[in-house]
């Protein structure tokens, strides 16, 4: 039996007329088996630059870069499937919110094991860093200099991609392109500061379980911060191309929950490590 109009509307639907379902059963695809084969030489690089390989950095900008095109493919295909193709129906749309929210999930889950760590390192500090934190020889930086900057930068962004996401609902085009501009700003003046922070820190990874763990959470978070800023450029390059509705935006949608979760993860840092941890 064929699929009536009212059934149709429901569904959002733009199936063929075969297809009794308003689900996206998706076509073979090459990516998913590339990005894992990329993947792994990618993490396979990064220990042979850690270890001083010779040419260790040219594998990873080689691994980052074929990772990079296999992973542009696969997102350009999924997009074409959306856009152009009509299969991101209502249901469709449901079961990738429900997909993001447990990936946001579990990466709290990460961003939680490296706080486990710092508290355990904080709490009970060990005869071999002297039993105190931060530990012996080590200046922590100040919390109200430049982690307070790019606390307020942050939070600052979360109110301009909240202000586009409004903007978007109720169809004022022009302040969707202004709040996404915004926030991709703000995203690259939080990243640089960050970097300049890094170079003018007087301790390194390698300086006891402070230094490892400072920088590694922080280091984390502004990879998180990174992939938001070019996710948010890709919902941006798409706003232009008009491939977003009021009603039809779950990219735009996902992008804004993960830069929220960035926003957060960033608050607890700065409490924790910056003011908690380094007094």
């Avoid at 490892?212 to 890709?234: A, K, N, P």
């Amino acid at each position: 039996m064929l699929i009536t109009n009212n059934y149709k509307k429901q569904y959002n639907l733009n199936l063929q007329s075969h297809e009794q379902h308003p689900f996206h059963l998706v076509d073979i695809s090459p990516w998913p088996l590339m990005v894992s084969i990329s993947l792994f030489t990618l993490v396979l690089s990064f220990i042979m630059h850690f270890h001083y390989f010779k040419n260790g950095d040219l594998y990873v900008i080689l691994s980052l870069s074929i990772f990079c095109f296999f992973l542009s493919r696969w997102f350009s295909d999924i997009v074409d499937e959306s856009t152009f193709e009509g299969f991101h129906t209502n249901k469709v749309q449901v079961g990738i919110k429900i997909g993001m929210c447990l990936f946001i999930v579990s990466e709290i889950m990460f961003f939680f094991s490296f706080f486990w760590a710092f508290f355990h390192g904080s709490l009970a500090p060990s005869i071999d860093i002297g039993s105190i934190w931060p530990p012996k020889g080590i200046n922590s930086l100040d919390p109200w200099g430049l982690p307070l900057l790019n606390t307020i930068i942050l939070l600052s962004s979360g109110i301009a991609v909240t202000w586009s996401h409004r903007a978007i609902l109720s169809g004022q085009w022009e302040n969707v392109t202004s709040g996404l501009l915004v926030t991709i700003i703000y995203g690259v003046l939080f990243t640089s500061i960050q970097y300049y922070e890094y170079a003018v820190a007087s301790f390194s990874i390698n300086d006891s379980i402070f230094g490892s763990l400072f920088f590694m959470l922080t280091g984390f978070h502004g990879i998180h911060v990174l992939v938001g800023t070019l996710f948010l450029i890709v919902c941006l390059i798409r706003h232009f191309k008009l491939q977003y509705t009021s009603n039809q935006h779950i990219g735009l949608e996902c992008a804004i929950w993960y830069w929220h979760f960035v926003d957060v993860v960033w608050l607890f840092l700065f409490v924790v490590v910056y003011i908690w941890g380094g007094l």
